[in-house]
């Protein structure tokens, strides 16, 4: 359980949290970081719109629907401009009802058009959760592999900033659990285009889950993203930093934390290799074996509650695998705090795991001081 | 309805100035006062977020509002929801929940549980055992939620003594109602239902009150639900996350506030009665600000909820682990208590 004593105790709030769901001020920017005058950059959020953009105008049957998606531009700006370009038959704004626009998505789908159906968060979608899971994720199953529910169901996933106990939850693990869904999570820019671009080209429903806070981060442009055809695949992770000494899985914004911590750790001559899961189902359980073999350490990162959470699973999966036996020591499971989620700054901040949380957890597990 | 307004204009400067996190003004809706002088004070209440006003008619009073928005160690909450999701069990408010409509429904099983224990119920407080009935408040946004419409259905076949009362402001956020429904507005969908339905204008307080009076007349006596479509008019912002600038015209905004606000139009019927002029009504102002000033004050010098309270109501009884994680919380507290900054903390839940 992440259970750090932070030094923001106490300290006044700043104007960081919604009801209406929209505009926050990420707490912790990591803009700066990347924005050198060599690289061009790209937001995450520029980064999914552009996925959105060129997939509609590659494929006439993609389109999307949403609350506040087209006049508004979405309640996080996601889609900006879309309804310009595409108009409001293909940027539809629907009323407040997400089991029925969540509805209306399926069943779109299962006739052959190809829905993005954005949520305001993933919190809201648990509304509509029926469609999601008992239609969207298994009709092509009863249907005897005649109907294809080809659907994105896409928004902001896990914790935001200062919105308490109904506003805050990953839902990796929830969605995760269904067979018939696929499941990624989205961490920078090219995660949010590649992930994205392959969820909308994908003939399965796909759950893709973005990070209100990561979305105004920026993160280098490559030439490859550049192409209209970058995609990546789905059911695949990636080595975000390779290491020796033990291997880090995150998803999300943990991801950044988990590099901040590797980064630390370099220093004190611990080599760590950081995991971005990207794909939460499909589990990339064999890259996260391979590195275990040589790392022989595992630490798993993630925002969502402990229990049955995605280190649980990872960590079950290795039990079962041929790395159990190359384990020195037992995996460790960082996660979100097994309460609600506090209002209180400081409480919230201690519920989340952060770079420091991973750094004292990767020491304690390679029994170094 | 004045304290109601003084009110949202201080705690929206204050979220404004960092002082609060968020806050959601009812500037344009004050008229709902008027639903919540109709009931009974012990008729149970639900609110969607927008009906402080009615949470001030049951004497939530000044000081309790602050304390919720500051999640101070007065509030009875313990500082665990943002500010505006006020509840209280004393004033028979049921909590607020984020989740747009999820108290429609709940609001008809209170109203199903009152009727099935009508005969043991606390009597209204006059005295009298009439029966109770429930209020539920809601917006015309949220009445696009499926939970709407099987509140309105199951409350008709259960014939369960309730008022569901539609705060029709025009707006969902961004989404104008014209948008939000194709149909004659939510009044429309209770006849479907087989409820009995009146729309009011929302900004005559008396029309409020009158219509909300014989709603709730005709619960008791019959014994089924009624819905009220109550036609105002959002002034401000949705909360302080929004701007309202980006999707109407500031015109619209403006003409509403000054050709058809329930607080400009009370003033006017009590001036015409004789029974207000200026000059009481800047002594009033004056007054209620300062009152509300002093509630501000005095919640925000007050310390945070204790520390031991954030161990409390997950659990009724703490489990092992957790009695375990507090003695050890507790020890290094009494070890650094400036690092910790306890003297910024209450020592014990009020
Ligand atoms: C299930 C769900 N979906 C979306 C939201 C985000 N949201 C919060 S308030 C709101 C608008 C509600 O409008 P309305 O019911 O008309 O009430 P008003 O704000 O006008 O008083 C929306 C969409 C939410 N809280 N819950
Ligand atoms: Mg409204």
């Known amino acids: ?369 | 309805m004045m304290t109601l307004n003084a009110m949202d204009q201080v705690l929206y400067e204050a979220q404004r100035q960092g002082r609060i996190s968020f806050y959601m003004t009812s500037f344009g809706e004050e008229g709902i006062v008027g639903s919540a002088a109709a009931m009974d004070p012990n008729d149970p209440m639900f609110g969607q977020y927008r009906e402080s006003g009615a949470l001030l008619f049951r004497g939530f009073n000044l000081d309790q509002v602050m304390n919720q928005c500051f999640s101070n160690d007065l509030d009875k909450g313990k500082g665990r929801q943002m500010p505006v999701h006020y509840g209280s069990k004393q004033h028979r408010f049921h909590t607020i929940s984020s989740p747009l409509a999820t108290q429609l429904p709940q609001a008809a099983g209170a109203a199903y549980a009152l009727k099935r224990s009508s005969i043991t119920t606390t009597p209204n407080s006059n005295g009298k055992e009439d029966g109770q009935c429930v209020i539920c408040y809601f917006g015309e946004g949220a009445a696009s939620e499926g939970d709407f419409h099987s509140a309105l259905n199951m409350a008709a076949t259960l014939e369960c003594p309730i008022i569901f009362f539609c705060r029709n402001n025009g707006y969902a956020i961004s989404t104008p109602s014209v948008e939000q429904y194709k149909g004659d507005g939510v009044a429309s969908r209770g006849i479907g239902y087989g409820i009995d339905t009146i729309r009011v204008d929302g900004n005559d307080v008396w029309a409020v009150y009158a219509a909300t009076l014989k709603a709730r007349e005709i619960v008791v006596t019959q014994n089924k639900p009624i819905l009220i479509e109550s036609m105002s008019y959002r002034v401000g912002h949705h909360s302080t996350s929004d701007d309202s600038s980006a999707y109407r015209p500031k015109k619209e905004v403006e003409d509403w506030n000054l050709h058809d606000n329930p607080l400009t139009r009370m003033r006017k019927w009590l001036t015409n009665q004789g029974w207000w002029n200026d000059e009481v009504q800047e002594i009033t102002k004056k007054q209620i600000r300062a009152d509300v000033l002093k509630a501000f004050g005095d919640a925000e010098a007050r310390k945070k909820p204790s520390i031991p309270s954030m161990f409390e109501d997950v659990y009724d009884c703490l489990p092992q682990s957790l009695v375990e994680q507090k003695n050890e919380i507790m020890e290094l507290v009494r070890k650094y208590p400036d690092y910790y900054r306890v003297h910024d903390f209450a020592k014990e839940q009020q």
């Open chain 1, 1 to 369: 359980m992440a259970f750090r004593i932070s030094s923001s105790f106490g300290l006044s709030r700043s104007a960081a949290s919604r009801l209406g769901m929209r505009m926050t001020f990420p707490r912790l920017s990591m803009a700066a970081r990347y924005n050198s005058t060599t690289t061009e950059t790209i937001t995450v959020r520029e980064a999914l719109n552009s996925a959105i953009d060129e997939e509609m105008e590659a494929d006439p049957k993609v389109w999307l629907l949403g609350e506040e998606v087209a006049q508004y531009n979405g309640a996080y700006k996601v889609t900006k401009g879309l309804l310009d370009k595409y108009g409001p038959d293909r940027i539809v704004d629907t009323p407040i009802t997400e089991m029925g626009f969540a509805g209306i998505a399926v069943g779109a789908a299962l006739s052959g058009t190809k829905p993005i159906c954005e949520f305001m968060t993933f919190n809201f979608a648990m509304q509509a959760i029926d469609q999601i899971i008992n239609s969207g994720g298994k009709t092509y199953y009863m249907s005897g592999g005649q109907v294809p529910c080809p659907v994105v169901f896409r928004g902001p996933n896990g914790a935001a900033a200062g919105v308490a106990a109904q506003h805050s939850q990953d839902y990796a693990s929830w969605y995760g659990q269904i067979p018939g869904l696929k499941v990624v999570s989205i961490f920078d820019a090219e995660d949010a285009k590649g992930l994205l671009k392959a969820a909308i080209r994908d003939p399965n429903p796909v759950i893709v889950l973005e990070n209100e806070l990561m979305y105004g981060t920026s993160f280098p442009l490559t030439e490859a993203m550049k192409s209209k055809d970058f995609v990546l695949p789905i059911g695949k992770a990636k080595i975000a930093r390779e290491g020796k000494d033990i291997t880090i899985v995150a998803h999300s914004r943990p991801v950044q934390f988990s590099l901040d911590a590797a980064e630390k750790l370099a220093k004190e001559g611990i080599s760590a290799e950081v995991i971005n899961l990207r794909s939460i189902r499909p589990l990339d359980i064999d890259t996260i074996i391979k590195s275990v073999k040589k790392t022989n350490h595992l630490v798993t990162v993630e925002q969502g509650f402990p229990v049955c959470g995605m280190g649980s699973e990872i960590s079950a999966q290795i039990m079962e695998s041929e790395a159990f036996d190359y384990l020195d020591a037992p995996v460790c499971r960082i996660a979100g705090a097994d309460v609600p989620m506090p209002y209180a700054r400081n409480l919230e901040d201690l519920s989340l795991p952060t770079e420091e949380t991973i750094y004292k957890q990767v020491k304690r597990v390679l029994n170094v001081q």
